[in-house]
């Protein structure tokens, strides 16, 4: 059960809301005041779209309120019952796009839209699909079917009774058929072109082949594998030697590379000395330097510190006395408004005002309740013979005629009243609107004027202590400056000292960095001493190398041809193994796709007589309740009873005459009332035999095309008979005469189009 429905910035409605009940809800208004997004709200709020959105003629942005003011978003909340359970679902559109949450019982159970909608299909058993076609009659849709050509309403209705995707199905399974008789005929032409005897022989030559080649290769490695051992032997020998060689080279170039950096490192000692350069002196000097820095840079981060405070005290005055001049131009301004008007003469209008609002809306209740009365008495009158038939006394034509026209003056006069009062109405609800809105101004400025009785005497105090600050702030500024040319001076004598002390560190390094390299030329000149080379013994191992070397290429040229070779072979078996593999392939799945074709057979002959004889149970459900609900609704004797008739490309909606029990399409004989009502039957039935667990239905201008005792009838059936069948009936309309349906909870709707207003609710 739809419990409530919450909407914010949604099309035409700033803020509305719905309290549904169990049986009928009637929302009326007339055409622009937001009857229909109503619907369109709880279908989105439900699935996410609506008709109008998911066929493109309208856009998700366009859902939000854009007069009189544009809104930044639009909200629906929708409250529903399944099973005891209260859940509640929120949607909200921004220029972004639209999210989606999903609550069971207060607590949050999902926030992804997709998901959302996918639960709420899940819960109710129905997707928006099914929805929009049996459950939504869109305005004037109810003979959405008879306008449907036959192909297309068989499509549709099929879709709705869930036999669609046995033809679905069926077709599938004849394109599935097709596919693989044509893949067998492609399959035994491959196979025939193969010689199988030939292919089995060649691989079995190349299996041969292969031992032979890898037997060879074999001892040719095992040879190969001797040489190397022997060459790595060698190589190391003669690598020994080559390496004392080397070092015996490294060695001279290190000497020579020392005794010149000798030369130059004492060069630079020479010169270092010449400068007198006494580093405890210079160190002692360049701390006291340092500590002099440190002292007069705290103290100018003092001074800057009380400078940033100053600066920032000065702007939030000079902000504050901006902001309490406004202040004082908006006192003067509301001062002047509520010298203007009189708030208790305004509130004693909008007293007198409300009380004619009333005063009319109960005079128009009361002559449309006459109306009523007067119309059946004029139905009465004009189906009398010629007695009266209240008192059953003689009554010739002309008295009749004269009765009638006094009655008929009567409604006349009557309708011209209720006019005249709908326009002091419409009068009287657009001063009472401007009246609340000019009283909520005068109250919100009086408050106001409150906050700013010392406004005037803010703004002198501040700018007082703003021209201290700033007088203060331009002390801070020389005391700055003054630091700046200290700290300039000292820095330099830093600078200085810093030189001196690093050419003291470097004549330290330079001297510790001389001894230690002639203690390294000592020890260069002893290893050196100690290598001994023989150039001969290198010469013969070079020799034996290169000899046993070209042997080794010979071998491996040989063992490169037979892996080669080998891997050809190789490649051959492959390739033959892969055809024997694709030809018994081929042959399983030849196999396999006959086996196809027999079983699929069998499945499109189910699915045949399956759809059928689930199309009958259905159509003879639905046609079994449409029977009783004719009775129902259905006003005159004309036509006795209403069927859905399943042929091979169509369905027809057929009435049967009283005259001679005869079956007639209803779109090619009923009228358009009779085509509706007949309509509205169809829909009823569909909903309670697709949509038995959800019963409900939503119409939208249901009374369209159908006359006053039809319309008399409908008010009867939905106030008496549709609460039993259905659980819950929403019914959008611009007639007043559906106010009078038994029981029902009417909502009101209002919207000034001239203005472009907000829709306002009002719950009768």
């Given amino acids: 059960m739809l419990k409530k429905l919450e909407l914010k910035n949604w099309k035409t409605h700033k803020q509305s809301e719905f309290e549904f009940q169990k049986g009928v809800n009637v929302i009326i208004g007339i055409m622009g005041a937001g009857k229909s997004s109503v619907l369109d709200a709880i279908s989105f709020a439900l699935f996410g779209t609506f008709p109008q959105l998911s066929s493109k003629r309208t856009s998700l942005h366009g859902l939000i309120t854009n007069r009189p003011e544009k809104a930044d978003e639009a909200e629906v909340s929708l409250s529903f019952i399944v099973d005891n359970d209260e859940y509640k679902v929120t ?52 003979d959405y079917f008879l306008d449907l050509t036959k192909g297309d309403r068989k499509h549709e209705i099929d879709h709705m009774l869930g036999l669609d995707s046995f033809a679905t199905a069926e077709e599938n ?34 299996n041969v082949e292969q031992k032979g080649t890898k037997k060879e290769l074999e001892y040719v490695l095992k040879k190969e594998k001797e040489i190397a051992e022997e060459l790595n032997i060698k190589k190391k020998e003669i690598e020994k030697l080559k390496i004392a060689l080397n070092e015996k080279h490294k060695l001279n170039d290190e000497i020579s590379k020392l005794q010149g950096t000798i030369n130059t490192l004492s060069n630079e000692v020479n010169l270092l000395k010449s400068k007198n350069l006494n580093k405890n002196i210079f160190s002692k000097e360049y701390t006291k330097i340092k500590e002099d820095i440190l002292k007069i840079k705290l103290h100018e981060s003092k001074i800057r510190k ?19 001049k406004k202040k004082l131009e908006e006192k003067k301004m509301l001062d002047a408004m509520l010298n203007k008007f009189n708030i208790n003469d305004l509130e004693k209008k909008l007293e007198n005002d409300k009380n004619d609002l009333n005063k009319s809306s109960s ?17 009465e009158l004009k189906g009398a013979g010629g007695k009266c038939p209240v008192c ?69 105090e501040d700018e007082d202590v703003l021209d201290k600050l700033k007088h203060y702030k331009e002390t801070l500024e020389i005391d700055d400056k003054n630091i700046n040319l200290e700290l300039d001076k000292l820095n330099e004598t830093k600078q200085n000292l810093e030189s001196k002390l690093k050419d003291a560190e470097r004549l330290e390094q330079y ?27 290198i010469y013969a191992l070079q020799n034996s190398i290169t000899k046993e070397s070209e042997i080794a290429a010979e ?18 078996i492959e ?190």
Avoid at 120 to 141: C, H, P
Avoid at 555 to 572: A, C, G, M
Wanted: net charge neutral.
């Fill in 91 to 142: 949607r909200r559109i921004t220029e972004k796009g639209s999210t989606a949450k999903l609550e069971k019982n207060s607590m949050l159970m999902q926030t992804q839209a997709t998901k959302v909608t996918d639960e709420i299909s899940e819960l109710l058993k129905i997707d928006y699909d099914t929805f929009s076609r049996v459950i939504y009659s869109e305005q004037n849709g109810l």
């Fill in 173 to 206: 399974s004849t394109t599935l058929i097709n596919t693989i008789r044509t893949s067998i005929k492609y399959i035994e032409d491959s196979i025939s072109k193969i010689d199988e005897k030939e292919l089995n022989e060649s691989f079995e030559k190349l």
């Fill in 306 to 324: 009380e400078k940033d405070e100053t600066s920032n005290k000065i702007g939030e005055l000079n902000s504050k006395i901006s902001i309490n």
């Fill in 363 to 379: 005079l128009i209740d009361s002559s449309l309740i006459k109306i009523k009365e007067l119309e059946e008495s004029i139905k």
């Fill in 392 to 460: 059953e006394r003689p009554l010739d034509d002309e008295h009749k005629s004269k009765i009638l026209n006094e009655k008929e003056n009567m409604k006349k006069e009557l309708n011209e009243y209720i006019e005249k009062n709908k326009q002091i109405v419409k009068e009287k609800n657009i001063n009472i609107k401007n009246l609340d809105k000019h009283l909520n101004e005068l109250n919100y400025a009086k408050k106001k004027l409150s906050e700013y009785i010392n406004v005037d005497k803010l703004i002198i």
């Fill in 511 to 537: 001297e510790e960095d001389l001894n230690k390299k002639k203690m390294m030329i000592e020890e260069n000149i002893t290893k050196l001493k100690s290598i001994e080379v023989d150039d001969n013994k």
């Fill in 555 to 572: 071998i491996h040229t040989k063992i490169e041809s037979n892996k080669k070779y080998l891997k050809n072979i190789e490649l051959q």
């Fill in 575 to 764: 390739e033959k193994q892969k055809q024997i593999q694709i030809l018994n392939e081929q042959k399983a799945s030849l196999k396999k796709r006959q086996d196809m074709i027999v079983g699929l057979n069998k499945f499109k002959t189910s699915l045949i007589d399956t759809e059928a004889l689930l199309r009958g149970k259905l159509v003879s459900s639905i046609n079994e309740l449409m029977l009783q609900l004719w009775s129902r609704i259905y006003p005159y004797q004309d036509y006795s009873a209403l069927r859905l008739t399943a042929e091979k490309d169509d369905y027809l909606l057929e009435i049967n005459t009283s005259i001679n029990n005869e079956w007639l399409q209803v779109d090619g004989i009923a009228s358009g009332g009779e085509r509706s009502i007949a309509c509205l039957i169809l829909r009823i039935a569909l909903a309670m035999i697709i949509v038995p667990n959800l019963r409900w239905i939503i119409l939208d201008e249901p009374t369209h095309n159908i006359d006053s005792n039809g319309i008399s009838k409908i008010i009867d059936v939905f106030g008496n008979e549709l609460p039993n069948i259905v659980e819950q009936v929403f019914i959008i309309t611009h007639d007043d005469l559906l106010k009078q349906i038994n029981l029902a909870k009417i909502y009101m709707l209002d919207r000034d189009k001239s203005k472009s207003a907000h829709t306002s609710v009002i719950t009768l």
